[in-house]
């Protein structure tokens, strides 16, 4: 599994735990609401190491604006040259703010391997599926206003799907109004594998190879 730093010291933690536990891995970043906090020089350093498989989460938030637009923006564009730089994923964070996430993927973006962290926007499916990005769903999915995104993860290629928690937020339905924690990702996938008519075991095959294909582990 890909453990997600958003600032410089869960970053730093990050790669802590990936360098304990042989099946965990890291991605680094520094997310849209912390983009004031970004440190190029750390992140340059943090993703050379051999245990990140990810820059990100990085993108933009419109919802909350706890940083300026204009700092989203720099350290997104940061962060996909250091994807390019170092050859490794894109983790996308994008909240109210998909138009403006979209055009940049599309200008500076090309050929990086992304992903949609927490996909939230079914409306966009079919544009960011021709342009070979990876969707990634999570708690939310299981949820029963949203149907739309449900319905999304049924037409998401097998080699294009991925699962996550989240954690600690967006636990899935039963478990809504407390912390998400990583073992509760046994009940989104098993949602998305209902939805698209197939076995838990094979869900969890299809997530395993998806998840190499788009992380190199």
Known sequence: M???????????????????????????GCHPNNAELLDEEQLRRDGSDPRCVAVGETGLDYYRDRSPRDAQRHAFEFHIELAKELDKALVIHTRDASTDTLALLHSQAEGLRVVLHCFSMP????????????IS???????PKNADLAAAATRVPSERLLV??????????????????????????????????????????????????????
């Open 2 to 28: 890909v453990t997600v730093g958003t600032d410089p010291a869960s970053c730093t933690a990050a790669l802590a735990a990936a360098d304990e536990f042989a099946s965990v891995y890291a991605a680094i």
């Open 123 to 134: 409306e966009r499916l079919d544009e960011c599926l021709a342009a070979g990005w990876w």
């Open 137 to 143: 769903f999570a708690g939310n999915v299981t949820y």
């Open 164 to 217: 996550e928690t989240d954690a600690p937020y967006l636990a899935p339905q039963s478990r809504r109004g407390r912390p998400n924690e990583p073992a509760f990702v046994h009940e989104t996938g098993s949602f998305i594998a209902q939805r698209r008519g197939i076995s838990y075991a094979e869900l969890e095959a299809i997530v395993e190879a998806s998840g190499e294909s788009v992380f190199g582990w």
